[in-house]
């Protein structure tokens, strides 16, 4: 192999060519990597010999196999040698290719640019240690007893945390509009489920009364043609129920879950709240070590990453809005920016959290930090054991850029938690001070 580079600021592009002795044993890489999925008459699935396996398999998918074999494992080789560290999956482009004999290809990455790191040894960054009161494990003993609520049906007039059944139609300037009908319909009343004034509407209400809502619905609404329209809801109550929430008790405990006695469930959920508040707390730390840290380092940001993030994150933006049933004028419109301001601020967030990202693949490399094969292998497994039913992503799980995505994801929370190891033995509040009696007081009599 033979490979020249030319460095930017920020990226580098390199020049290589393969010939003929660089093939053979990427070729041979290949076809154990093809046998894996090919039958071969009188042999088990990958243990046919290569000149066997090369007779059934595609010249076209085996020349490819290999030119991908030859540039991976020609890419951390390069980079190296260079003393350089890419910070962006390598683009390749293949100039010319005659498989078995030659390649010629550019391979250009961002690099990590000039970092000056600040001190992440002794960040002035305060841990803020989780408190669970017991009010906390009181209150979601209440919405588990909730939970088991019963309806009992009662005939009286209908009051805030009843169930109700009813029939409603809503209509805009005398017509119904998709989405504004339905027949014995359940609603707990006070749940928020409906628009303001809908829930209260009904309270004072008695079984067989029809009535008339006059809503008006809220300008934000995710319907651009119901956002603040004045419409009337013809409501049919049918019945009122009354909800009868079960004691707290030992019997609770047992129905909700493997629990013999009251005690044991209070002892549970105290335990899930204090790891779910430690898990926020350290999540809250990490974001405020590293905010401090990129406060005081400095970097730049290769404009391809940029873009790239704002792009994902612009992508993202409108996925959310569809799933809510928005579109970006009407988001424009309820955060009063227009779509140049809006996509500056956009983009200076992606820059952050480029310049973030920079600053953390530094410090994984100045704290020696790494995920071996192994461990990237094993929560590759792990992931497809998660998505053993979603045929897409397993699919996805296959891909080599997946992959080193997860493996740099892994880095990154290792980076992450040294920092919290270095940083949090010392990031704790000080505590507070007693005040002292002074002195003179009287004592109690005996």
């Known amino acids: 192999m033979k490979s020249s580079s030319k460095k930017l600021s920020t990226s580098v592009e390199f020049t290589v060519e ?20 090919i039958k071969v008459p009188g042999f088990r699935n990958g243990k046919a010999p290569a000149n066997v396996v090369e007779q059934h398999v595609d010249p076209n998918d085996l020349a ?241 990453l940029v873009q790239e993030q704002f792009e994902s994150m612009k992508e993202d933006t409108f996925r959310n809005l569809r799933a809510h049933g928005m579109d970006i004028d009407q988001y424009l419109e309820q955060i009063k920016q227009t779509q140049e301001e809006w996509e500056k601020d956009l983009r200076e967030v992606a820059r952050d959290r480029v310049i973030g990202s920079i600053i953390v693949q530094r410090l994984a490399e100045e704290m020696n930090i790494d995920v071996s094969e192994e461990e990237a292998a094993q929560q590759v497994a792990e992931m497809r054991a998660v998505y053993k039913n979603d045929p897409k992503a397993l699919e996805q799980l296959k891909n080599p850029d997946v992959a080193m995505g997860i493996r740099n994801r892994m880095r990154i929370d290792k980076t992450m938690n040294k920092l919290v190891e270095i940083n949090k033995p010392h990031a704790k509040k000080p505590a507070k001070k007693k005040i002292a009696k002074k002195s003179g007081s009287k004592k109690a009599k005996k």
């Open 18 to 37: 393969f010939d003929q002795k660089d093939f053979e044993p990427a070729r041979l890489k290949a076809l154990e990597r093809l046998a894996r999925n």
């Open 64 to 304: 490819s196999q290999t030119l991908d074999i030859m540039v991976r494992r020609a890419i951390p080789k390069l980079f190296e040698a260079e003393g350089l560290m890419p910070i962006s999956i390598p683009h390749v482009d293949v100039l010319k290719y005659v498989p078995g004999e030659m390649a010629e290809l550019t391979i250009t990455a961002d690099i990590m640019p000039e970092v000056k790191l600040g001190d992440y040894k002794n960040v002035k960054v305060v841990y803020d240690e989780p408190e669970i009161a017991d009010e906390d494990v009181e209150d979601v003993l209440h919405r588990i007893a909730e939970s088991y609520a019963e309806p009992k049906v009662v005939k009286r007039a209908a009051k805030k945390g009843d169930e109700v059944i009813i029939d409603f139609k809503g209509k805009k300037d005398g017509k119904t509009f998709d989405g504004g009908s339905a027949k014995d319909y359940h609603l707990r009343l006070g749940s928020g489920q409906f628009i303001p004034g809908f829930e209260d509407g009904i309270i004072g209400h008695e079984v067989g009364e029809k009535f008339d809502l006059d809503i008006t619905f809220p300008k934000d609404y995710a319907s651009e043609e119901l956002a603040g329209a004045k419409t009337v809801f013809e409501i049919l109550l049918k019945q009122v129920s009354e909800l009868e929430t079960p004691k707290i008790d030992d019997d609770l405990a047992k129905k909700s879950g493997a629990f013999e006695t009251l005690g044991e469930l209070r002892e549970d959920i105290k335990k899930n709240l204090i790891s779910r508040a430690n898990y926020e707390a350290d999540e809250k730390y990490k974001d405020a070590l590293l905010k401090e840290i990129v406060a005081h380092s400095k970097t730049e940001a290769p404009e391809s």
